[in-house]
Structures are given as structure tokens and as C-alpha cells.
């Protein structure tokens, strides 16, 4: 099992930025691809990019490449989501997940076993 915690969710002004923390423990969170998304009100369920499992390997979706960059440090087990210029569109709960093996896989939510509870990020305009 893996749990996973996110933070750094806030309001901000359109144009701000935040940065996202996923934090993990039990199992060896290295092993794992990480995965943001995000869910707006009444919308489905947004992949914005994962990592690989060695950070080697990073995608970010059309929608926030450019502007949001996925990181990863293993030695303390966090995937990070920098927010730059952000913008009403990117209000949402944002979670982390994990998981399905080490490579990247676009877009698919089965592919990660393991979620975290989520972090509200709310844009002003």
C-alpha cells in the first residue's frame, strides 16, 4: 500500500502561481510512475501529466504545458506540481496518484492504484 497526502492548495489571483506537494509512505514510493489531475465542478476527471518513476520521464497535457512543470524528489518520497500563471480554467481539486508500474502512462486513471484525498486550488479572475 502506498498512501498519499497532497498539499499547497490555496486561492490565487489569476496570473499567480502555487506549487503542489504529493507526499507518500509505505511502500517503496520510487518504484512508482506519479500522476496529476484534476476534477472541476460538474467535469470529469483532467490527467494534467505524471513522472516516471526515476523522474526521468515527465508529460504534461496540452492544457498546462507550458505552464505547469511535475517534478519528484524519492529521497523524501514528494511529486511536486508548480502552478505558473494560472488561470480561472484551473480551478479544480487536484489529486496525486500512483502506481501500475514505473513508466508513464497518458491519460489512463486505472493505471495508478493509489490516490490521494485531493487539494482544492481556486483561481480568481
Known amino acids: 500500500q502506498v498512501q498519499l497526502v497532497e498539499s499547497g492548495g490555496g486561492l490565487v489571483q489569476a496570473g499567480g502561481s502555487l506549487r503542489l506537494s504529493c507526499a507518500a509512505s509505505?511502500?517503496?514510493?520510487?518504484?512508482?510512475?506519479t500522476g496529476w489531475f484534476r476534477q472541476a465542478p460538474g467535469k470529469e476527471r483532467e490527467f494534467v501529466g505524471a513522472?516516471?518513476?526515476?523522474?526521468?520521464?515527465?508529460y504534461h497535457a496540452n492544457s498546462v504545458k507550458g505552464r505547469f512543470i511535475i517534478s519528484r524528489d524519492n529521497a523524501k518520497s514528494t511529486v511536486y506540481l508548480q502552478m505558473n500563471s494560472l488561470e480561472p480554467e484551473d480551478t479544480a481539486v487536484y489529486y496525486c496518484?500512483?502506481?501500475?508500474?514505473?513508466?508513464?502512462?497518458?491519460?489512463?486513471?486505472?493505471?495508478?492504484?493509489?490516490w490521494g484525498q485531493g487539494t482544492q486550488v481556486a483561481v480568481s479572475s
Open positions: 496518484a500512483a502506481g501500475g508500474g514505473r513508466g508513464i502512462v497518458v491519460g489512463s486513471r486505472s493505471y495508478y492504484s493509489y
Open positions: 509505505g511502500r517503496t514510493f520510487s518504484n512508482y510512475a
Open positions: 513522472i516516471s518513476a526515476s523522474g526521468d520521464s515527465i
